[in-house]
């Protein structure tokens, strides 16, 4: 497993943008899918995006295609959720994990979580 440190959440006006971090240690990201999912109040947690360390592919929900970008910065172990153009509903803890596999949206196979960071979008 490997350690996994979120930031970067806060309040936000909608439209305006946010950019989480997820910072690993512990084990290098390099065999690593790496994701980042949302629970909402009253919700399930949703996949939100991800990216293989190798390779760079990158995957996203449909409600957040074309507004966030997932990307990864070796020399930091660290990957970005870049949020733009946010809307309320888009209000949620966000949570970074990790694994090896291939089936990157179901959070069942992540075995590394970090503790989350809210994200709260106002009207």
């Known amino acids: 497993q490997v350690r996994l440190i979120e930031s970067g959440g806060g309040l936000v006006q909608a439209g305006g943008s946010l950019r989480l971090s997820c910072a690993g240690s512990?084990?290098?990201?390099?065999?690593?899918?790496v994701g980042w999912f949302r629970q909402a109040v009253g919700k399930e947690r949703e996949f939100v995006a991800a990216?293989?360390?190798?390779?760079?592919?990158?995957y996203y929900a449909d409600s957040v295609k074309g507004r966030f970008t997932i990307s990864r910065e070796s020399a930091k172990n660290t990957v970005y959720l870049q949020m733009n153009s946010l809307k309320p509903e888009d209000t949620a803890v966000y949570y970074c994990?990790?694994?090896?596999?291939?089936?990157?949206?179901?959070?069942?196979?992540?075995?590394?979580w970090g503790q989350g960071t809210q994200v709260t979008v106002s009207s």
């Open positions: 994990a990790a694994r090896r596999g291939v089936a990157y949206s179901d959070p069942q196979g992540y075995d590394s």
């Open positions: 990216t293989r360390w190798n390779g760079g592919s990158t």
């Open positions: 512990g084990r290098s990201f390099s065999t690593y899918l």
